[in-house]
């Protein structure tokens, strides 16, 4: 399969992605190469925030009008921060393409970050922060990173209740114009566009600030925690390991194997826990893998009852796979990650999504060497790696009390 990519970085150090696509539709998105990674303990949420706030206009703009030049013209909008990048996209019909770049553009160059509305947006993300934590599904997945990793890494990347009231708008002017700017700056846009005409664009709107981004330590650790909790019915367990890096080829072998474990009605864990044993109803697998952390985790709905027993298949699967794992069941595998990414990639937004993260990580052409680099693992990386899963791992579960 043959593609219409092309990049450039622009004098100023802004980077340009861009796929053409024959359907008239396109995604846009101005990404930072920031997100909760770049963030001390002290100042966790302070990346999100400013994704927030964002969307609360600009001189030209209001909030209401921000969205309405969008929707009113056929699109949909959002934004995004994780713990490697903070994006703000859209998606619309091609002939808008002029509509969805003057108005992204606008935001993350000339956000307004009213002091106003700077404390009414800090409450609604203490409301998140509430969600997150009542939702047992969601705040496992946040305990198990904090199992993962020390901090910063390891705190929460929306912040906590502390942390979000410590952040003044002073705080957050200051780390605004230091991040946002051009150098640090990747737009992406996947649809039927001109590559010439989203240059002029980015040349004409875009001047020759230099920032800068804070990086931290990544400190690993390997840790197991059980917590009980009142009102819930079901018990959550999350169960996740280190894996390699992006630059390490290792890490496709990681990939294939949280597909083979956790992903899929077909997958060795659903089919062991739930199929044969009835012990859960849902089971998911997903990997997190970047230039600086990378892991795979578990995650699986079940009774405070067999919370214990489902750890224990967890391991008996991973030593069955370093001990079983033949070449048949490996290339099923790698036919059903391809497949995925092939079907994921009809879409203009997941297109967009999946080139800036390798562009974060790395190179945005990498992408396209994704199936090669899934279809040359070797079969005895795959079976080593799970073989070392059960000397170190972490564990939590949110059991009912």
Request: contains cysteine; proline residues 2%; aromatic residues 8%.
């Amino acid at each position: 399969m043959k593609f219409d990519f092309h990049k450039k970085i622009l004098k100023n150090g802004m980077t340009i992605l861009f796929e053409k696509r024959s359907v008239p539709v396109v995604g846009v998105a101005f990404a930072f190469k920031n997100g909760g990674i770049n963030e001390s303990s002290n100042e966790k949420g302070i990346s999100h925030f400013i994704e927030h706030m964002l969307y609360k206009g600009t001189p030209s703009r209001d909030a209401k009008k921000l969205s309405e030049e969008i929707e009113k013209n056929g699109g949909v909008m959002n934004g995004f921060t994780n713990e490697t990048v903070t994006a703000y996209w859209c998606k619309m019909p091609s002939k808008h393409l002029h509509t969805a770049l003057e108005v992204l553009g606008d935001m993350v160059r000339n956000p307004l970050l009213d002091e106003k509305e700077f404390e009414k947006e800090r409450k609604v993300i203490f409301e998140e922060i509430k969600m997150r934590k009542d939702n047992p599904g969601i705040y496992s997945m946040d305990k198990i990173q904090e199992l993962l990793y020390n901090e910063p890494l390891g705190k929460d990347l929306i912040g906590t209740y502390e942390t979000m009231n410590s952040i003044t708008r002073e705080k957050m002017l200051e780390r605004f114009e230091t991040v946002y700017k051009p150098n640090n700056m990747i737009l992406c846009v996947v649809g039927d566009a001109d590559f010439d005409e989203i240059i002029k664009y980015a040349e004409k709107n875009f001047g020759n600030e230099k920032g800068k981004i804070s990086t931290y330590k990544v400190s690993k650790r390997t840790k197991s925690m059980i917590e009980k909790r009142k009102g819930i019915d079901q018990a959550v367990v999350a169960f996740a390991y280190h894996v390699p890096l992006v630059g390490d080829k290792k890490n496709f072998a990681a990939e294939i194997l949280s597909t083979l474990m956790a992903e899929g009605l077909s997958s060795r864990l659903f089919t062991e826990i739930r199929a044969k044993r009835n012990l859960a109803y849902s089971i998911s697998g997903s990997s997190d893998i970047n230039k600086e952390f990378a892991y795979n985790c578990i995650k699986i709905g079940t009774t405070k009852e067999n919370v214990e027993k489902v750890k224990i298949l967890i391991l008996e699967e991973f030593k069955k796979v370093s001990k079983s794992l033949d070449e048949k069941e490996l290339n099923q595998i790698k036919e059903q990650i391809t497949g995925n990414v092939n079907i994921s990639m009809e879409d203009s937004q997941n297109q967009m999504m999946s080139l800036l993260s390798n562009e974060i990580n790395g190179n945005a052409e990498d992408f396209y060497d994704f199936e090669k680099n899934i279809r040359s693992v070797k079969l005895e990386d795959v079976k080593k790696m799970a073989g070392n899963v059960e000397k170190a791992y972490s564990f939590f579960a949110l059991v009912p009390e």
